[in-house]
């Protein structure tokens, strides 16, 4: 029988990171194998992650937008029998015609797609068994993974998909709860508790931390517990679980080191994600898995295995579909010997799509301290006439400047459109452009964008105020 | 084509066809009798939506159904719970089996009283009991490993069917115990008639609309339009054999195989881990059935 061509790529997995990989290598003009597990392609992030959830919460944002915005003129509430199902009418078609442009985006770029579970069975050979156990094999020059991630199970938390829920179940829940319980402080508990807690769910929010998302802005954080409050969620603070159980009745009991009992209808264990790699045979292929369960790489997303790069989540943090696929296609133009413009720090933002949304790009507040000193100017939305016309009445810009007050490097945002808000930042450090640009141009009126010329101002004006001192300590020092 | 009838009683329908249009024309005409919603399963409907709810409410709803108390306290001290001392009282059994479980053998016992039963078609309406409930647990187990609503899959596992009894009892009520009509006739015209009736009657009971479709197009579930995935779920639930017959290996292997399985994308040691479970599916069916 003829041997069949190596694959110049193959990639296993289709989720963002896997997408873009491939579709660069089609686009570089080779041959290019993707293998998904899934009937559909997309992973986690088009099933049951980024788009489900982020379509809920347009839903949540559409209901509490109605009534700030409507101010008293019209009384909303919630219906007491009100379906998810219905919250996410919209989901179903939104999830399709996602899943139908990638998978034509990759039929149109040549890009061929295998169903079926990957296994290495040579450091270049991939076995592929699909769902009927028929299997096929697939030599490749290169080999990219990107299999994701998955809730992490652990142990003390008995999850069973109908009383006790993970990030991957919590959608199936036909009703909303009256309460709920949620467990962890990362980027999906956070969304996920703000979402609820906007759809009028009594939400208790537990993490071992001081503060729910610890790598943001502790000032940007704070502001987003203030506006989850309000919205009446509750935050424990350095809450650490000792047990969960369904009481076997109607009530989930999640008793806290602390011996307080927080009692709900469901819970959602969101404490952190796992790698997917079991049953990829990576020892086969001479690729290594450190002690954290994730797969190690170096700055080109090589893995032990040098003709093997691993991209996404199964790399780790930060975990975001953004991050992912641009690790996915530098990974795929490394491993074609392609050149990459190093774009630093700035390359990417956070975005986290909780009620307020926050994004984050460079330095916060405290890394800028730490590292030679910084000037922050802030600007509050409720002083913009945007913010008062569009009742954004928690939303808060931070511009992050060094200690010189001219040179951008950071930008913290929470309120409504800060992940849109941050590419304005983004584009400022990308380009290099002094703080002054954001006084010297003209942003339309109103606009929320009018943020970063106030921050700018605030930048300016503490500067000048530190001018003086500044010159004194020179003097005094000759 | 089988003779049902061999006299002239124009009243009798002579061949399967003719049973089929008088059937079809029921249906259509909605004029055919459809059972109401058991007491018990409605109320246990009502209880499980309502966050008021407690265990003593369901227990009294419980308690004023005899033979369902009996059916509760059999399963409760039955080896699947193994208790350590025997349960007497609905309340200790309550907290055995945990409000969920109680709810679901309250509704699945409640629709076997009501609603399978079917004069003269009795040995036929315990095997579609049978079957019934554990398509039921095999479904929720089946929605559990892909992250889908347990509870919506278990109604529609075990609803899937309901429309054979209902037909059954309806031909009973239309022709009585005529011995003229044939026998495995009958069973034809009720095999090909069974999941659109079953789906009326989800309909008329206000079950959720995708639980209706799911039973309505579990023989063609490609072609559902509102719950696609649920209605692949419960086909395949269907033709898991009920979990106290005996699977020849050669069964298992063909399960394996099973052409929807690539639609619910269930790998085939997936299906076997759900498939061990069919022990516990069998301890749990004889304290029901």
Redesign the interface.
């Known amino acids: 029988m003829k041997a069949e061509r190596p694959w110049d790529i193959v990639v296993i997995g289709s989720g963002p990171a896997g997408q873009k990989a491939a579709i660069q290598a089609a686009k570089a003009g080779r041959r290019v194998l993707v293998i998904e597990?899934?009937?559909r392609v997309g992973g986690a992030c088009v099933h049951?992650g980024t788009i489900p959830s982020k379509t809920l919460r347009e839903t949540a944002l559409t209901f509490s937008a109605f009534r700030r915005k409507s101010g008293q003129a019209m009384q909303v509430s919630m219906p007491?029998?009100v379906q998810i199902?219905g919250l996410t009418s919209r989901m179903e078609g939104v999830v399709v015609a996602h899943e139908s442009f990638i998978a034509d985006q990759m039929k149109r770029n040549g890009i061929e797609v295998w169903?079926g579970?990957a296994r290495f069975v040579s450091p270049h050979t991939i076995e592929v068994?699909?769902?009927?156990?028929e299997s096929r094999r697939a030599d490749a020059k290169s080999v990219i993974i990107a299999t994701g991630s998955r809730p992490r199970d652990p142990g003390l938390v008995p999850i069973?998909?109908?009383?006790i829920f993970?990030s991957?179940?919590v959608l199936?829940?036909?009703?909303l709860p009256?309460s709920l319980a949620v467990l962890g402080g990362g980027v999906i508990a956070t969304e996920y508790a703000s979402i609820f807690a906007t759809l009028g769910v009594r939400v208790t929010m537990v993490d071992k931390g001081d503060r729910p998302l610890g790598f943001l802005d502790a000032e940007i954080v704070e502001r987003f517990l203030d506006a989850f409050a309000e919205s009446g969620g509750r935050f424990v603070r350095n809450g650490r679980v000792e047990s969960v159980a369904?009481d076997?009745?109607?009530t989930v009991v999640t008793t806290l080191a602390s011996g307080e009992q927080v009692r709900t209808?469901k819970v959602l264990c969101a404490l952190g994600r796992v790698a997917n790699y079991e049953g990829l045979g990576l020892e086969v292929a001479g690729v290594r898995v450190d002690a954290r369960g994730l797969v190690p790489v170096d700055e080109r997303y090589r893995t032990a295995a040098p003709h093997i790069y691993a991209v996404g989540d199964v790399i780790g943090p930060p975990s975001l579909a953004a991050t992912a696929m641009e690790q996915g296609r530098l990974a795929a133009r490394h491993a074609l010997g392609l050149g990459v413009h190093d774009l630093g720090a700035a390359r990417s933002p956070i975005g986290v799509y909780a009620i307020p949304e926050i994004a984050s790009l460079g330095m916060t507040e405290s890394e800028a301290q730490a590292q030679g000193g910084a000037i922050v100017g802030r600007s509050e939305f409720r002083e913009l006439a945007r913010g008062q016309i569009g009742a954004i009445e928690n939303g808060l810009l931070k511009l992050v400047a060094d200690a010189s007050g001219t040179h951008l490097l950071g930008v913290q945002v929470v309120g409504e459109g800060a992940s849109e808000l941050v590419h304005i930042g983004q584009m400022a450090m990308l380009g290099h452009l002094p703080i002054d640009t954001f006084v010297e141009c003209t942003f339309n009126f109103p606009t929320l964008a009018e943020a970063y010329r106030v921050a700018a101002l605030d930048i300016v004006g503490r500067r000048a105020a530190a001018s003086p001192v500044r010159t004194s300590q020179v003097r005094i020092a000759g | 084509m089988l003779q049902l009838a061999v006299n002239e009683d124009s009243r009798l329908p002579n061949t399967v066809a003719e049973l089929r249009q008088r059937l079809t024309e029921r249906i259509a005409a909605r004029a055919l009798e459809l059972p109401l919603l058991p007491d018990v399963a409605a109320q246990v409907i009502a209880l499980s939506?309502s966050?008021e709810?407690?265990?003593r409410e369901l227990a009294e709803v419980i308690r004023r159904d005899g033979p369902m108390s009996a059916h509760i306290l059999r399963l409760a001290n039955s080896p699947l719970f193994r208790p350590r001392t025997p349960i007497v009282s609905l309340q200790q059994a309550?907290?055995?089996?945990?409000?969920?479980q109680i709810r679901q053998i309250a509704f699945a016992v409640s629709c076997k009283q009501r609603v399978f039963r079917a004069r003269g078609y009795e040995p036929e309406v315990r095997v579609s009991f049978r079957h019934s409930f554990a398509a039921g647990l095999a479904a929720q187990e089946l929605?559990?490993a892909r992250?889908?609503?347990?509870?919506?899959a278990f109604l529609a596992g075990l609803l899937h069917d309901v429309g054979r009894p209902v037909l059954l009892q309806a031909i009973v009520d239309m022709h009585g115990n005529n011995r003229m009509l044939n026998r495995q006739a009958v069973l034809t015209v009720v095999a090909e008639l069974h999941a659109q009736v079953g789906g009326m009657l989800a309909q008329k009971w206000s079950l959720?609309a995708?639980v209706a479709e799911a039973i309505a197009f579990h023989h063609d579930p490609h072609a559902a339009k509102l719950a696609p995935q649920l209605s692949i779920l419960i086909s395949f639930a269907d033709d898991i054999p009920a979990c106290d017959e005996e699977q020849t290996p050669d069964a298992a292997a063909a399960l394996?195989?099973h052409p929807l399985?690539?639609?619910l994308?269930?790998?085939?040691d997936e299906v076997t881990a759900i498939i061990a479970r069919r022990k516990d599916f069998a301890e749990t069916l004889q304290a029901v059935a």
């Open positions: 597990r899934d009937a049951r007491e029998d199902a169903h579970r068994t699909s769902v009927a156990s069973d998909h109908e009383n993970d991957d179940s199936s829940m036909r009703y009256r369904f076997g009745i109607s209808e | 939506t966050d709810s407690d265990a309550l907290s055995r089996l945990g409000m969920t929605a559990r992250r889908w609503n347990v509870e919506e959720p995708r394996l195989k399985l690539p639609h994308n269930l790998y085939p």
